[in-house]
């Protein structure tokens, strides 16, 4: 079973931040947070991850809170093209397993 | 550069017929997997590929499905008979397969299987 919580369904309109959530309440020291998203009628694509420190890339900001329980995706300018369902994903460090919840749905609009 | 190729992309067959998944990887990927994702949920692997091996069998039913990566490059996943709850997109990944590091999962766009 995934090891994560995320909210079904989620609104952002376009230009501002979306903020996505995630719970990974029960996440081990040696476990990473990965965030991947998956637009319509595409595989998923990886996005970000991190272990403890907040991680930033050219797609997007990822802030874990510092009891590691939860963790924030931020697309800082959102557009109609981050349309998509956003996973968030628990790793073991020695594998390279990933197993996917239901994820968020994210709808930009104009 | 080429990413993950997949065909067919769509596929409707009648139940209890065979069906047959192709998948290449990008270059240099030794490790295969292969994904399952009903509506609405997430992927879920049946299978994953080290070079020719499968070193992760658990998920794939094997009383109706089997895989193949002969040379340790592209793949085939098949169905024979094929069901109704078989219905769903199959879905292709690669990575570099390199020890002792996370190896990003790169997915192709997957087949849609619909069996009538």
């Known amino acids: 079973d995934a090891k994560t919580t995320q909210p079904p369904s989620m609104d952002c309109a376009e230009g501002r931040a979306a903020n996505l959530p995630c719970n990974h309440s029960?996440?081990?020291?040696?476990?990473?947070v990965y965030w991947y998203r998956q637009i319509h009628s595409q595989g998923p694509q990886y996005i970000i991850h991190?272990?403890?420190n907040n991680e930033t890339n050219e797609m997007a900001s990822l802030i874990i809170t510092e009891d590691r329980k939860s963790s924030t995706l931020i697309l800082p300018h959102a557009t109609l093209r981050d349309t998509a369902v956003y996973y968030c994903?628990?790793?073991?460090?020695?594998?390279?397993?990933?197993?996917f919840g239901t994820g968020t749905r994210l709808q930009v609009f104009p | 550069e080429a990413g993950v190729v997949q065909s067919p992309r769509y596929k409707i067959i009648e139940k209890k017929q065979p069906v047959a998944f192709w998948c290449n990887p990008i270059?240099?990927?030794?490790?295969l997997y292969w994904y399952l994702q009903n509506l609405g949920q997430g992927p879920e692997l049946l299978i994953r590929?080290?070079?020719?091996?499968?070193?992760?069998d658990s998920q794939l039913p094997k009383d109706r499905f089997s895989a193949e990566r002969l040379k340790g490059v592209d793949s085939t996943l098949k169905i024979q008979p094929a069901e109704l709850g078989d219905s769903a997109v199959y879905l292709c990944?690669?990575?570099?397969?390199?020890?002792?590091?996370?190896?990003?999962?790169?997915f192709g766009p997957g087949t849609r299987l619909t069996v009538l």
């Open positions: 991190g272990l403890k």
């Open positions: 994903i628990v790793r073991g460090q020695n594998t390279d397993k990933l197993i």
């Open positions: 590929y080290e070079n020719e091996e499968a070193v992760d």
């Open positions: 990944a690669s990575s570099l397969g390199m020890r002792g590091a996370y190896n990003e999962q790169f």
């Open positions: 270059s240099g990927h030794n490790t």
């Open positions: 029960t996440i081990s020291g040696n476990e990473y």
